[in-house]
């Protein structure tokens, strides 16, 4: 089975894919993978790390055009190693600090050559639990459909 990041196209495609599964990502996963590579990556700092509204773009789907559905609130973490100055970014939804910094390590841990294949292998992982996770609900909403005719 392949997953939306192994479709990935352009590097920043790839970049885009990685932070929007670890955005979905189990916490507690996430957390627990996140500490496990704080040894390796050594010091790190943190550049902002704080929670905030965010707009939230929409579509309308009837004439394409692109409008703000409101506002909500994020946790963001963006950090440095100070080994190499590689940097890590995470936004979530909701107020969850520790989980942002947890997606802002495993995004910066993504970009040492060491670590890549341990990130690439628990995205993966990620990716397919989502993936399975989003058929189930589109099973469940399908299941209330109602077909109505019109004449």
């Known amino acids: 089975m392949t997953t939306q990041f192994q479709h990935a196209g352009a590097p920043g495609d790839a970049h885009a894919r990685r932070l929007e599964t670890l955005a979905r990502a189990n ?35 009837v004439k394409g055009t692109d409008f703000h559905l409101g506002e909500v609130l994020v946790a963001e973490a963006h950090i440095r190693l100070q080994s190499n100055g590689t940097e890590g970014y995470g936004m979530i939804v909701g107020r969850d600090l520790e989980r942002a910094m947890a997606m802002a390590i495993v ?4 970009s040492i050559e060491i670590l890549a294949a341990r990130i690439t292998d628990f995205v993966e992982d990620e990716a397919l639990k ?22």
Do not use: Y
């Open 107 to 110: 995004d910066a841990a993504g």
């Open 130 to 151: 989502i993936m399975g996770a989003d058929t189930e609900r589109l099973r469940a909403v399908e299941a209330t459909r109602v077909d109505m005719e019109t004449f």
């Open 27 to 61: 916490t507690a996963a996430l957390k627990a993978f996140a500490e496990e590579l704080l040894a390796p990556l050594g010091a790190i700092n943190v550049i902002q790390s704080r929670t905030g509204l965010a707009m939230l773009p929409m579509c309308d789907t």
